[in-house]
T-cell receptor, first 118, second 111 residues
Framework: GAVVSQHPSWVICKSGTSVKIECRSLDFQATTMFWYRQFPKQSLMLMATSNEGSKATYEQGVEKDKFLINHASLTLSTLTVTSAHPEDSSFYIC??????????????FGDGTRLSIL | DAKTTQPTSMDCAEGRAANLPCNHSTISGNEYVYWYRQIHSQGPQYIIHGLKNNETNEMASLIITEDRKSSTLILPHATLRDTAVYYCIVRGPSGNTPLVFGKGTRLSVIA
């Protein structure tokens, strides 16, 4: 089945550091990937839609200059948390649909990246 | 905002069927019902989806009412490993449309 790989799975860094998270579709091409954030005991919240070869679409309240998204190929999207601060600590999860644009295809999720900013 | 309503939590005895309800009274004609689950500290796992007919796969069955305003996910023989938060999500047919998560149902399977 469709597999989405996310790396790293866990990162701890100092305040002010920028952190890059990779999301790869391993056995399919994805023109669209999605980035979510999940705080403890809460549901997943959509941050942005990542489109291959074009700018990402951010949800209201998500700072595009803070969370940089690059979707340079059909199998890779990256999320960079710039100048991270403790309030950015969260569980970040990406997803993608196989055969993007084809109707009725489920999205598949990566295993998430737990980011802790000290 | 999520377009579905689910109970906050449910318990199920190991080996018994787990029936998880979901209300989606405002569902549109071309929207599908998707079910995912999230085990602690992992990404959501796809379970099943359907439009109007009942569906079954190796993981579960999905029963959708004739008016499509509600559905039930059935895990036929729940195991301890099925303990998770289960999300019922309504989404249009395009794969480019994101999933919007509600609060889901926390299912606890008890030995």
């Amino acid at each position: 089945g469709a597999v989405v790989s996310q790396h790293p799975s866990w990162v701890i860094c100092k305040s002010g550091t920028s952190v890059k998270i990779e999301c790869r579709s391993l056995d399919f091409q994805a023109t669209t990937m999605f980035w979510y954030r999940q705080f403890p005991k809460q549901s997943l919240m959509l941050m942005a839609t990542s489109n291959e070869g074009s700018k990402a679409t951010y949800e209201q309240g998500v700072e595009k200059d803070k969370f940089l998204i690059n979707h340079a190929s059909l199998t890779l999207s990256t999320l960079t948390v710039t100048s991270a601060h403790p309030e950015d600590s969260s569980f970040y999860i990406c997803s993608a649909s196989s055969q993007s644009g084809v109707s009725n295809q489920p999205q598949h999720f990566g295993d998430g990246t737990r980011l802790s900013i000290l | 905002d999520a377009k579905t309503t689910q109970p906050t939590s449910m318990d199920c005895a190991e080996g018994r069927a787990a029936n998880l309800p979901c209300n989606h009274s405002t569902i549109s004609g071309n929207e599908y019902v998707y079910w995912y689950r999230q085990i602690h500290s992992q990404g959501p796992q796809y379970i099943i989806h359907g439009l109007k007919n009942n569906e079954t796969n190796e993981m579960a069955s999905l029963i959708i009412t004739e008016d499509r305003k509600s559905s039930t996910l059935i895990l036929p023989h729940a195991t301890l490993r099925d303990t998770a938060v289960y999300y019922c999500i309504v989404r249009g047919p395009s794969g480019n449309t994101p999933l919007v998560f509600g609060k889901g149902t926390r299912l606890s399977v008890i030995a």
